[in-house]
């Protein structure tokens, strides 16, 4: 398994040379870090499983601190997976998110951040899942690793195939309105992976919180990456 810190690393070295991962400015000031932890108090007193009433909280959060764009999420202890019996593993709760989530509207562009190929693409459906997800496969100073795009439109899957090469700054993707990208409100679920470990058009982008160790050394900081100001690298 290749060390998160090794990727890490190499990632740093070429923070100047990604594209944009969404047709929009995640450094702009319009952009804001959001918070879905416990400590959100808005998220205790809503019904999560209703999904129009979770993108009205999420649209208040953003409005409150005068933004259009929320983004974070890596390595925090969420409250809000409660909502789907999916993200229950052997009866314990998996809260711990291992990747960035950008919250924005249905219909933005997402493209590659550099070259790659389709490693595996695939609709998982269940309510509270990534809904339709794209995994793209790059090498960078022969380090092979992955990057996962999560809740996107159903159409994003078409005319896929695996091995397809992608260039830096394709367009790969549109994020998907809820109930097609796993009944969320919309946002691009974002994630870095040092091993995909035989997996296929899917991947665990929550985990529980004692497997902390693990995945970090599994998922890097998706903001090597994306470069946003708002979050820490």
């Not at 925090?76 to 998110?97: C, M, Q």
């Not at 960078?140 to 992608?166: A, M, N």
């Not at 091993?195 to 998922?219: F, R």
């Amino acid at each position: 398994m290749l060390n998160s810190s090794n990727l890490s690393e190499t990632l740093s070295r070429h923070s100047h040379a990604f594209a944009p991962v969404l047709d929009a400015d995640l450094n702009a000031a319009d952009v804001c870090a959001l918070d879905f932890s416990a400590a959100n108090e808005l998220l205790r007193h809503i019904d999560l499983k209703d999904t129009a009433t979770f993108n009205e909280a999420v649209q208040q959060m953003l409005q409150l601190q005068k933004a259009t764009i929320g983004v974070g999420g890596y390595m925090e202890n969420r409250s809000i997976y409660s909502r789907s019996s999916h993200f229950d593993k052997e009866a314990k709760s998996r809260n711990l998110h291992l990747g960035i989530d950008v919250w924005l509207n249905a219909g933005t562009t997402v493209f590659a951040p550099l070259d790659g190929v389709i490693h595996s693409f695939q609709d998982n459906a269940n309510f509270g899942d990534y809904g339709p997800t794209i995994i793209l496969e790059h090498e960078l100073e022969h380090v092979t690793f992955y990057t996962l795009y999560g809740h996107l439109t159903r159409t994003s899957l078409e005319d896929l195939q695996v091995g397809k090469p992608i260039k830096k700054g394709d367009k790969i993707a549109e994020v998907g309105p809820f109930p097609e990208n796993g009944d969320w409100p919309p946002h691009l679920h974002f994630q870095v992976i040092s091993s995909m470990e035989n997996k296929s058009g899917d991947y665990p982008g929550v985990a529980m919180l004692t497997e902390k160790a693990t995945y970090q050394q599994l998922c890097p900081n998706p903001n090597l990456i994306l470069q946003c100001r708002h979050l820490p690298l």
